[in-house]
């Protein structure tokens, strides 16, 4: 199963209470429609804000059009989420879409958000991700401090005035983060690509090719790529296909454990599931006016 988790939204989308128009959203569906079309089962649609999270950031996911065989996560009407998570089956021939949200970091002061404890309009998305700006930054997001984040992602065309060490990228692994990769800058202007040439190999470089997420962040439709373009694209950084194909894959599977375990437990610890017996199974097996023999207790 392959997986895109950023096909962005405008940006108008990032700001509280921000309205998308109707051509925009057209451009958003073709991409949509796109990546059904390629080959990807799950998408995510990214919000990027660079101001406090606030929940007048929801609105805008009221708007969405319906876009054919789309299955989304969340209530279009209401904006809440939906029942089930990003590993509910869909009907063959749908794509599930998710909503992402990626804070793009400045000041310590906008990582309150970022928080288990912080804003509970964070636990609205499927999956966070973390845009920090500064070397220190990058530091405390790699830690582990803000809780609240899934995966850590830089600015793959521009350049970022610091390196990625080592030991930042072994807290990201240690911490079961994700360090994405984007490739829509590689298909700019030749000094753009050159950029991201630059960064990208400096990551799969500190990584190893290790938990690396590829992402399109596609704006339009022209700018998705099938995924075994993308595996040949990660030759260019000396990243094996294998490696490039879990990027596309389990790795992006991965992150969205991590979301979910940060959502639907206790530290990570507990987690609570519905079940039911089909019908006719209930009480089978027992015979009548006999007990039930007595559930064996769980080794922990």
Same mark, same amino acid.
Request: glycine content about 8%.
């Given at each position: ?17 921000? %309205?998308?128009?109707? *051509? ?5 569906? =073709?991409? &949509?429609? +796109? ?5 990807? =089962? ?17 609105? &805008? ?12 996560? $969340? ?16 009907? *063959? ?37 973390? +845009? ?19 995966? %850590? !992602? /830089? ?26 990769? !984007?490739? =829509?800058?590689? /298909? ?7 950029? $991201? ?32 373009? %993308? ?26 454990? *991590? ?42």
């Amino acid at each position: 199963m392959f997986y895109d988790l950023n096909i962005a939204l405008p940006d108008t989308a990032g700001k509280a209470g921000g %309205i998308v128009s109707s *051509h925009d959203w057209a451009q958003v569906a =073709q991409a &949509v429609e +796109r990546a059904r079309a390629l080959g990807y =089962q799950v998408v995510a649609l990214n919000q990027t804000i660079s101001s406090k999270l606030v929940p007048e950031h929801l609105a &805008v996911w009221k708007s969405v059009p319906a876009i054919k065989d789309a299955v989304y996560s $969340w209530s279009r009407e209401t904006g809440a989420r939906a029942g089930g998570s990003a590993f509910s089956s869909v009907p *063959h021939g749908k794509i599930r879409v998710l909503r992402r949200l990626t804070v793009i970091v400045s000041d310590t002061a906008q990582s309150q958000s970022l928080t288990g404890s912080g804003s509970a309009t964070t636990a609205e998305y499927d999956v966070v991700a973390v +845009r920090p700006t500064t070397d220190k930054l990058l530091s405390a997001a790699s830690s582990g401090a803000w809780d609240a984040v899934d995966i %850590i !992602s /830089l600015d793959m065309g521009g350049r970022w005035g610091y390196f990625v060490k080592h030991k930042t990228a072994g807290q990201v692994l240690a911490m079961g983060l994700a360090l994405e990769i !984007s490739y =829509q800058p590689a /298909l700019a202007d030749s000094a753009t690509r050159q950029q $991201w040439v630059s960064n990208a190999a400096s990551i799969v470089r500190v990584t190893r090719g290790r938990g690396l997420i590829w992402t399109s962040g596609a704006r339009q439709a022209f700018d998705l790529r099938s995924p075994y373009d %993308i595996s040949a694209l990660g030759e260019v950084l000396q990243l094996n296909s294998d490696l490039s194909k879990r990027a596309l894959s389990s790795g992006s599977r991965t992150a969205l454990v *991590h979301a979910l375990t940060r959502t639907s437990t206790l530290r990570a610890v507990i987690s609570s599931v519905e079940t039911s017996l089909p019908a006719g199974e209930e009480g089978e097996g027992e015979g009548e006016g006999e007990e039930a023999p007595a559930p064996k207790r769980a080794k922990i």
